[in-house]
């Protein structure tokens, strides 16, 4: 495809339970990142992706996320036992690793825990 | 460490008239990008224009303009011409190579155009 693909773009789950979400980046970007979005609110950065390393996880909120990233390409991002204030859109973007690429977005997962 | 500034939460503007969205960047590298993007209700991320930290003459793109003030590390968006389509959330943001060229996104200025 010629865009950031994102799936599901929406998912409904039971407190507890375990979601995974998926992205797609542009084929040839090497630089992949999650961000979270909650209604109205800015994007808060989660985890930024290098190849398949993870240089920078330092904005996922506890250990119940987890991120990787495989062939350079598609990453999964898992939340293990949702809770409802993780309730969000989850955007991913990808680039091109240089301070005057731009990333493109995916259309992001409407995450709902009930 | 980077810190992207915008401290209007939210603008309305008539139809047709010029906006102007703040914007203020830190950062100790000398290479970095300032980037604007628009989130529409729909949700879309949708870039706008960028500027260059070595880019001599300020961006423009259409209706898009970005007021580039090196010195005080200000990166203004300027709307002219607002359409009621312009009605959304704006993101300014910032890359460089000190933080491994993450984007940081500042906290966003919503947009309302009144007809």
């Known amino acids: 495809g010629a865009g950031v693909s994102q799936s599901p773009s929406n998912k409904v789950t039971e407190k507890g339970k375990d979601v995974e979400l998926r992205c797609d980046p542009i084929s040839g970007h090497t630089a992949l990142y999650w961000y979270r979005q909650s209604l109205g609110q800015g994007l808060e950065f989660l985890i930024y992706f290098q190849g398949n390393s993870a240089p920078d996880k330092s904005g996922l909120p506890s250990d119940r996320f987890s991120a990787e990233r495989t062939g350079g390409s598609v990453s999964t991002l898992t939340i293990q036992r949702t809770q409802q204030e993780d309730s969000a859109v989850y955007l991913c973007a990808s680039s091109y690793r240089n301070f005057n690429e731009k990333l493109f977005f995916g259309s992001g997962t409407q995450l709902s825990v009930l | 460490a980077q810190k992207i ?7 309305f503007v008539q139809e047709k008239e010029a906006v102007t969205l703040d914007c203020t960047y830190d950062t100790s590298d000398p290479s970095y990008g300032l980037f604007w993007y628009k989130q529409p209700s729909s949700g879309e991320m949708i870039f706008l224009i960028y500027q260059g930290s070595y880019d001599q003459q300020n961006a423009t793109e259409g209706r898009y303009s970005l007021n580039f003030q090196k010195a005080r590390k200000s990166a203004n968006l300027v709307i002219s011409a607002s359409q009621l389509g312009d ?8 890359r460089d190579r000190s933080n491994d060229y993450k984007l940081s996104f500042g906290a966003g200025t919503t947009v309302t155009v009144r007809a």
Request: proline letters at 7%.
């Open chain 2, 5 to 11: 500034t915008q401290t209007q939460p939210g603008m």
């Open chain 2, 87 to 94: 009605s959304a959330m704006y993101f300014c943001a910032m």
